[in-house]
């Protein structure tokens, strides 16, 4: 069999070289950027674990203090932050918020509008955002054994109550279809069009830390937020080094198929071929081999 052209194999290593450094190239920007989304991440989560921190350690404030505009969407700085306000519940458009497991049990949320009679309860002078209605999530109960039967709901405080709240940003509106006195979202004004309250709605919403007085009967407590950085940091540092060792792993098998075979093969200056590994002879091949030698002995004889 005759061999290629001199030039043809040279020419054809190179592009094998070239193609492998494209490769290791693409392995290491696309590492390189998986790493840093990773790395955003990590910053993105230790910056709303310093907002959590924070908000829990600071007094309760009035809500007014915190939401001038009740309009106005919540800051992230302001998640968290508890305070209180003045109103009166109104248990007959209280909402039971779908799919939202506590510690891994499934409930249902009760959420409850607030009717504002004042927004700050602690300072002297005229009612502020008075008849506004803030949605609370008062907690939580079971939602039986399959969800599909009447859950018993228990009452809030009736008449005015003083409620301090964990201030959350509502979310957005849900397209999700929910049973009768259901929602699948804490969307404030889809809140209080499930539950028939004819009120203008905060943008926020609030988190049950206690009432005064309190209530008969308490709810199942609503969990804290979760202050675990998790892995991305690790995670981003992996994809580094995966850039990097892809990078080198590539560029290696690259320069190896250029120097190796980058000459013609039988070329004068081709270089040598590394040597190939020979597989171990089985149990078979020896007594194969010892069987002809034995029987080459006996011919001579």
């Known amino acids: 069999m005759s061999l290629p052209p001199a030039g043809d ?21 696309t590492c390189t950027f998986l790493g840093r989304w990773q790395w955003q991440r990590h910053v993105a989560r230790d910056a709303a674990i310093a907002v959590v ?21 919540l ?25 939202r497991p506590v510690d891994g049990t499934p409930s249902y949320h009760v959420l409850v509008p ?3 009679d004042d927004a ?13 209605a803030l949605v609370v999530d008062r907690g939580w109960v079971p939602t039986g054994a399959d969800g599909s039967v009447g859950v018993a709901i228990p009452p809030p405080p009736a ?6 709240v964990r201030l959350r940003p509502g979310e957005a509106t849900s397209r999700r279809d929910a049973p009768a006195g259901q929602v699948q979202a804490i969307a404030p004004a889809q809140v209080l069009a499930a539950g028939g309250a004819d009120a203008a709605p ?14 008969a009967e308490p709810l199942g407590a609503l969990p804290v937020p979760s202050t675990d950085p998790g892995s991305h940091l690790s995670y981003a540092f992996q994809w580094w080094v995966f850039a990097l060792g892809g990078l080198v792993a ?11 075979s980058g000459a013609a093969p039988g070329a004068p200056d081709a270089p040598a071929p590394p040597p190939r590994p020979r597989r171990a002879r089985g149990r078979d091949e020896l007594d194969e081999d010892a069987e002809v030698d034995a029987q080459v002995a006996a011919g001579r004889r």
């Open 250 to 260: 590539f560029s290696v098998s690259a320069r190896r198929e250029w120097v190796w």
């Open 114 to 116: 607030l009717v504002v």
């Open 75 to 99: 800051p992230d700085a302001d998640t968290w932050r508890a305070v209180e306000v003045r109103g009166r519940y109104l248990p007959d458009a209280a909402v039971l918020l779908r799919n």
């Open 9 to 29: 194999a040279r020419d054809a290593a190179r592009r094998r070289a070239v193609g492998l450094l494209v490769v290791g190239l693409v392995v290491a920007v």
């Open 159 to 164: 008449g005015e109550v003083t409620v301090t």
């Open 202 to 215: 905060y943008a926020a919403y609030g988190a049950l830390l206690r009432e005064d007085p309190a209530a």
């Open 53 to 73: 921190e924070a908000n829990f350690a600071a007094a309760p404030v009035d809500l007014a203090d915190v939401v001038a505009d009740p309009d106005a969407p």
């Open 120 to 132: 700050a309860p602690g300072a002297f002078g005229t009612p502020v955002a008075a008849g506004r």
